[in-house]
């Protein structure tokens, strides 16, 4: 099966990036180096490409019900340009996904809304929410199918391919997105977002990101893809980057921290059960709640290797007497601490920072030890 493209594709090409399949999508892993990149982002401004990630329009009067009962968080709390953290959980509350769910003007105030099922949904509440690269089908038929079997009213729309997604990211982030819209964005606050116009293209516009940093992402229209993309003058980012940001800041990666198919966790064994309101009956709630009474069996920690190596995903976790206990699932040697780190799950036992464990490296133990995340400061 053919890979799917951003609308970039080219242009990346001409800038001299190497690509890499992710999700199904060919997205640039480096333009200049990873290190450089990283770096920019931690002391300038950097963009990344970002369209191979979802995008599902849902709108209705029955939206707020359909996203409640669908995604963990409690999307009651959020007004028009608020945004949250959530996953998407099976009845025995194991992750299938991790998304933000955007709060959208109300249908009829957005702009160029118009209903892919042919309904006047004018008024209803509107929501976005991007799950992760490749997963866009499988959500969607998801939403679609519980909408029927649950007898809502909603629009439910795959938009992936009508925009692209744009993270413009680092501590002058502000500076350079201020110079290009046709109004202020210094204002928004984290986990907000509105709809401005960019060198005269409307874009949606969040304070959000994935790098620990200040900055913001941008949903455009596809077809605006370059004009949008060229008017950045800074560093491009690939994924190389994107990983090694992302790790620092103890940030998790669908497919590798959590796998729905390989390794199912759930919110708590993650480290994110702040993203769960159980008190919104949602897929997964009652599972959840029953493990909340009880002590979690693994967590997701941060380890640092104390002898020299790099911890790499699949390496195998063990205690100081060799016996395996966890396993790697992220991990990378820190461009900003110079320090090779990682993320693994293992028993609640060992999970106190500063627990002194073993990884092994190429069939060789590798002193390590549990550390708190994030490993850097970063932007709440």
Known sequence: ??????????????????????????????????????????????????????????????????????????????????????????????????????????????????????????????????????????????????RNEWDLEATVDNRTDEYAMFAVQGPNAVESVEGRTDESVADLERFTARYVTVEGVECWIARTGYTGEDGFELIVPWSAAEQLWSAFDCQPCGLGARDTLRIEAGLLLAGQDFDYETDPRTPYEAGIGFVVALETDFVGSDALARLEESETEEQLVGIQLIDRGVPRHGYDITNTDGRVVGTITSGTMSPTLERPIGLGYVPTEYAEPGTTLQVVVRGQSKKARVETTPFIETVQ
Request: proline content about 6%; cysteine-free; aromatic content about 6%.
């Open 1 to 146: 099966m053919p890979l799917q493209t951003p609308p970039l594709r080219g242009t990346h090409d001409e800038r001299g990036a190497k690509f890499t399949e992710f999700g199904g999508w060919d997205m640039p892993v480096e333009f200049d180096s990873i290190r450089a990149e990283h770096a920019a982002v931690r002391d300038d401004v950097g963009i990344f490409d970002v369209s191979h990630m979802g995008q599902i329009h849902v709108s209705g009067p029955d939206a707020t019900v359909l996203m409640q009962r669908l995604t963990s968080n409690d999307v009651s709390r959020l007004g028009v340009g608020d945004a949250q953290y959530a996953t998407i959980t099976d009845e025995d509350g194991s992750i299938i996904d991790d998304t933000v769910v955007y709060r959208l003007p109300d249908a009829g105030d957005e702009p160029a809304t118009e209903s892919r099922e042919g309904e006047d949904h004018s008024g209803d509440p509107t929501y976005l929410f991007v799950p992760n690269a490749g997963a866009d089908e499988a959500i969607h038929e998801r939403w679609v199918e519980h």
